[in-house]
C-alpha cells in the first residue's frame, strides 16, 4: 500500500500541468455568447483544463483512453503508471513486451499500439519539438501517420498537450453526449448540429467542450 501511495504521489508530480493563459479570456467570451455556458462555467469555479508537459506521456495515454469510458481511461493509465514507477517514458514502454503491457490491462492491440508510439518517438522523437509551432491541421496530419493515432486522438493531443484554444471534437462521443444533454433535452444529436451549436463558441470551443465534457462527468478530462 505504501509503494503505491508513493508511486501515486510521484504521478501527480510529474504531471504537473499548467492553466492556459487564455481561460479567463474564453470563460468570459463564452458567458455572454452561450446562455448553457453562462450557468456551467461559474459552477466549477476555478478548475480548468490541465495542459501535459510530456507530448509522449500526453500520446499514451490517449491511446489508453480510446474507445472507452473517461471514467475507466483514468483506472486503466493509473495500472500503466503503477507498472512504469512513474508517467511513461518512450524508454520505460520499449522495455516491456506485449504481454508485460496486457498484463497492466491494455488490450492487445493498444499494447501494440504503445510499443510502436515508443518505437516511434524512439526514431523521430525530435519531431515533437516542431509541434509546437505548427497549425492544427499539419500536426494532425503527422500524428495521424504514427499507427495508432486517429483523428479523434490528434485532436485530443491538441487540446491536451498543445493547448489550443478552438479544437472541436466532433469524433468525440462524450462531447455529443453533453451537447444532447444540455442542448437538445437528450435527443440524439448529429454532428451538423453539434457543429452548429459551436459557432458561438468560436474562437474557443477547446474551452467550451471541456467545460461540457466537466458537466457530464464527476472527474475532470485529462490526457
Same mark, same amino acid.
Given at each position: 500500500?505504501?509503494?503505491?501511495?508513493?508511486?501515486?504521489?510521484?504521478?501527480?508530480?510529474?504531471?504537473?500541468?499548467?492553466?492556459?493563459?487564455?481561460?479567463?479570456?474564453?470563460?468570459?467570451?463564452?458567458?455572454?455568447?452561450?446562455?448553457?455556458?453562462?450557468?456551467?462555467?461559474?459552477?466549477?469555479? %476555478?478548475?480548468?483544463?490541465?495542459? !501535459?508537459? @510530456?507530448?509522449?506521456?500526453?500520446?499514451?495515454?490517449?491511446?489508453?483512453?480510446?474507445?472507452? @469510458?473517461?471514467?475507466? $481511461?483514468?483506472?486503466?493509465?493509473? !495500472?500503466?503508471?503503477? $507498472?512504469?514507477?512513474?508517467?511513461?517514458?518512450?524508454?520505460?514502454?520499449? $522495455? +516491456?513486451?506485449?504481454? =508485460?503491457? !496486457?498484463? #497492466?490491462?491494455?488490450?492487445?492491440?493498444?499494447?501494440?499500439?504503445?510499443?510502436?508510439?515508443? &518505437?516511434? +518517438?524512439? %526514431?523521430?522523437?525530435?519531431?515533437?519539438?516542431?509541434?509546437?509551432?505548427?497549425?492544427?491541421?499539419?500536426?494532425?496530419?503527422?500524428?495521424?501517420?504514427?499507427?495508432?493515432?486517429?483523428?479523434? @486522438?490528434?485532436?485530443?493531443?491538441?487540446?491536451?498537450?498543445? &493547448?489550443?484554444?478552438?479544437?472541436?471534437?466532433?469524433?468525440?462521443?462524450?462531447?455529443?453526449?453533453?451537447?444532447?444533454?444540455?442542448?437538445? @433535452?437528450?435527443?440524439?444529436?448529429?454532428?451538423?448540429?453539434?457543429?452548429?451549436?459551436?459557432?458561438?463558441?468560436?474562437?474557443?470551443?477547446?474551452?467550451?467542450?471541456?467545460?461540457?465534457?466537466?458537466? #457530464?462527468?464527476? $472527474?475532470?478530462? =485529462?490526457?
Amino acid at each position: 500500500m505504501a509503494q503505491g501511495i508513493a508511486v501515486d504521489a510521484l504521478h501527480r508530480q510529474s504531471a504537473r500541468q499548467t492553466r492556459p493563459v487564455y481561460w479567463d479570456r474564453a470563460c468570459e467570451h463564452l458567458m455572454r455568447r452561450d446562455r448553457i455556458l453562462r450557468k456551467l462555467i461559474p459552477a466549477f469555479g %476555478d478548475e480548468s483544463i490541465a495542459v !501535459r508537459r @510530456s507530448p509522449f506521456a500526453t500520446l499514451a495515454r490517449i491511446v489508453v483512453g480510446q474507445q472507452i @469510458s473517461p471514467s475507466l $481511461g483514468r483506472d486503466q493509465w493509473g !495500472r500503466l503508471v503503477r $507498472g512504469c514507477g512513474a508517467d511513461p517514458t518512450p524508454e520505460r514502454i520499449a $522495455g +516491456f513486451g506485449e504481454a =508485460e503491457l !496486457r498484463a #497492466m490491462g491494455l488490450s492487445r492491440r493498444k499494447a501494440q499500439y504503445l510499443l510502436d508510439l515508443a &518505437g516511434y +518517438f524512439g %526514431d523521430h522523437g525530435e519531431k515533437a519539438e516542431r509541434w509546437v509551432g505548427m497549425d492544427d491541421t499539419a500536426v494532425v496530419a503527422e500524428l495521424c501517420a504514427i499507427r495508432g493515432i486517429g483523428r479523434w @486522438s490528434a485532436e485530443m493531443f491538441l487540446i491536451f498537450n498543445l &493547448g489550443r484554444p478552438d479544437v472541436l471534437p466532433l469524433d468525440d462521443t462524450a462531447l455529443l453526449k453533453a451537447i444532447s444533454h444540455h442542448y437538445f @433535452s437528450g435527443e440524439p444529436v448529429s454532428r451538423f448540429e453539434a457543429r452548429e451549436v459551436a459557432q458561438a463558441w468560436a474562437p474557443w470551443r477547446t474551452v467550451a467542450s471541456w467545460y461540457l465534457w466537466r458537466s #457530464m462527468d464527476a $472527474g475532470a478530462i =485529462e490526457y
